[in-house]
T-cell receptor, first 108, second 112 residues
Framework: GQQVMQIPQYQHVQEGEDFTTYCNSS?????IQWYKQRPGGHPVFLIQ?????EVKKQKRLTFQFGEAKKNSSLHITATQTTDVGTYFC????????FGAGTRLFVKA | DADVTQTPRNRITKTGKRIMLECSQT?????MYWYRQDPGLGLRLIYY???????NKGEISDGYSVSRQAQAKFSLSLESAIPNQTALYFC???????????FGSGTRLTVV
């Protein structure tokens, strides 16, 4: 069945370092969404990508949707302690599937 | 007030008890969802509803039931709680395209 794999599962970075999480789908997606969940919190919608090859930026965050619409990435430049949390990709298609998330730890 | 409100926030119950988790939303959306979150497994869909008369099973519906009382209200019931239903439960709503889910703050359920 349709699967959305997200890597890495965990990432420890020093404050100021960059961070990237990758999302791969077993099937072509109609769209991909990204969410952030702070420790003890609930997922919060960050962005949605719909077009093949689409790139969107939100301040230090850069989101990409692959040309084949089967993969996506979220890149954070110069991480800050406020970036800690779990980042989920959500693949939209016949079904909406959540990736397992990448948990980001930032050391000050 | 929050767009999606879940009650209770925390609950400890005994094995075999019936429990209901409630969710209400003020977004005016037709689509509502119940998810379960376990460490390392992300969010898994239990049930979803696209309008008041529409109820659909998700990937892990066994042991759960739902009721859509109104456009704004969607409740989740555990008919006979068991310990492996201990988890964090989220209610969510989205627009008709399924874009930009808004989640509630979650209910942490412990079954002992």
């Amino acid at each position: 069945g349709q699967q959305v794999m997200q890597i890495p599962q965990y990432q420890h970075v020093q404050e100021g370092e960059d961070f990237t999480t990758y999302c791969n789908s077993s099937t072509t997606l109609s769209n991909i969404q990204w969410y952030k969940q702070r420790p003890g919190g609930h997922p919060v919608f960050l962005i949605q990508l719909v077009k093949s090859g689409e790139v969107k930026k939100q301040k230090r965050l850069t989101f990409q949707f692959g040309e084949a619409k089967k993969n996506s990435s979220l890149h954070i430049t110069a991480t800050q302690t406020t970036d800690v949390g779990t980042y989920f990709c959500v693949g939209g298609g016949f079904k909406t599937i959540f990736g397992a998330g990448t948990r980001l730890f930032v050391k000050a | 007030d929050a767009d999606v409100t879940q009650t209770p926030r925390n609950r400890i119950t005994k094995t075999g008890k019936r429990i209901m988790l409630e969710c209400s939303q003020t977004k005016g959306h037709d689509r509502m969802y119940w998810y379960r979150q376990d460490p390392g497994l992300g969010l898994r869909l239990i049930y979803y509803s696209f309008d008041v008369k529409d109820i659909n099973k998700g990937e892990i519906s066994d042991g759960y039931s739902v009721s859509r009382q109104a456009q704004a209200k969607f409740s989740l019931s555990l008919e006979s709680a068991i310990p492996n239903q201990t988890a964090l439960y989220f209610c969510a709503t989205s627009d008709y395209r399924g874009y930009g889910y808004t989640f509630g703050s979650g209910t942490r359920l412990t079954v002992v």
